[in-house]
Structures are given as C-alpha cells and as structure tokens.
C-alpha cells in the first residue's frame, strides 16, 4: 500500500451512510451499490487514475463504517439489546485495559512483532480473560435472563478474541499507509480511531453470535 491515497470524501460519506443504515435500518443494498457507483464516478473525474486508490477508497468505507457500526446493531437487538451494547464496551475496555497492564508488567514474548511491538501473549492472555470475567459478570447480575454462563463465557471470548485481532488489523492497516498514528484529535493517545479499533472487527462478531441460532 505504502501510503496510497484515498479518495477522502467518497470513503467519509460512503463510510458514514453505511454507518447509519446500520444505525437508524437504512437500505443498505441501494447505500452499497450507490457508494460504489459513487467511488468510481469519482476516480473518473480525476486527472491520473488508480484502480488502488477505488479499491482502498471502498475498503475504507466498510472497515470503518460499516463494521464498527454493528454496536448500533447490537444496541437495537430487543429486548436487551442495551444491556448487550454496555457488555461489549465494558469487556473491551476490561480487555485492553487487561492487556495493557500485564504486557507492561510481564509481558516477555511478542504476539506480531512485525505489527505492533508491544503486544505480548501474556498481555493477550490476561485480555482474554478480563473479557470472559466481565461477561459472566453481566450474566449473573443483568443479563441472566437472556444469556447462561456458558453463553458469557463464549460472548466473552469473542469479544477478547476478536477486540484483540480488531488491534492488530488496525496496526496493519497504519503500518501499510505509512502512518503512526490515525488522527492527532487525541494527543499520547494514538489517534481518535484508535480508541475505538477493538470494535472493528469485534462488533459484527458479537452481533451474528448473539443473533446466531
């Protein structure tokens, strides 16, 4: 990729129609078809073409638009959908909160050293519990109607497993573009984006788990 530009406009507005479909139960096969057409359009009015920049330009828009917006999906599941949205912030917050302590405490073997450094497997491990101890605290004192404990425990260990590799996919991605950080509204804080990475891919699998039958 090595800093390809985007089309920056297309994938905001793309990015952020896809995000209220999912929000407010828009039309989202005529918002994919109309993005699309839109991106494409687009590169045709400019001087130089690249089929890079149409590609990334739409992977932009759903990696995060639509992705992360599955927390309004949750949210909206009845009749606990609320419940479901605060259990997911809070065992991801719990998750990196988690990650972060022990990696820094004894933290002594790289998860992906080529994607980010710092990350350990014991800062993994204590994540991945952290997950699974919020999530059985739900279930005992809120959603005990709704979910077992081995219900928790699994949604758990979605959201530790997958709110940890949405980090690694978002370093990914900044590594390929050339970038350290992906905003600078949050100073020492790695960008705003980065303090939401953990739901890009973790959000959509905690919905189609807590919808799958």
């Known amino acids: 990729m090595g800093g390809r530009p985007v089309q920056f406009v297309p994938a905001v507005a793309f990015g952020a129609v896809l995000a209220a479909c999912a929000a407010f139960g828009g ?11 839109l991106v494409v359009l687009f590169e045709m009015l400019v001087p130089v073409h690249s089929l890079d920049r149409v590609a990334l330009t739409l992977f932009g828009a759903v990696f995060a ?56 497997w014991e800062g993994a491990a204590a994540g991945f519990a ?10 005992k004192y ?8 081995v219900q928790a425990i699994l949604i758990g260990a979605v959201i530790g497993s997958m709110g940890q590799l949405s980090d690694l996919a978002e ?11 992906s905003g600078a509204l949050l100073p020492g804080h ?7 990475d953990s739901y890009i891919l973790c959000a959509p699998a905690v919905y189609y788990a807590l919808t799958f039958k």
């Open 190 to 196: 790695g960008g705003v984006f980065d303090r939401f």
């Open 171 to 181: 370093s990914m991605v900044k590594r390929e573009a050339g970038v350290k950080d």
């Open 130 to 139: 952290a997950a699974i101890a919020v999530s059985l605290a739900f279930q």
């Open 27 to 37: 039309p989202l096969p005529l918002a994919l078809a109309g993005g699309a057409a």
């Open 65 to 120: 638009g639509w992705m992360p917006a599955h927390l309004a999906l949750i949210r909206d599941l009845r009749p606990h959908g609320e419940a479901y949205a605060f259990l997911t912030f809070a065992a991801v917050w719990a998750m990196d909160t988690a990650a972060y302590a022990a990696g820094r405490g004894f933290g002594r073997h790289a998860l992906a050293p080529t994607l980010s450094p710092k990350k350990t």
């Open 142 to 149: 809120s959603l005990y109607e709704a979910l077992t404990p």
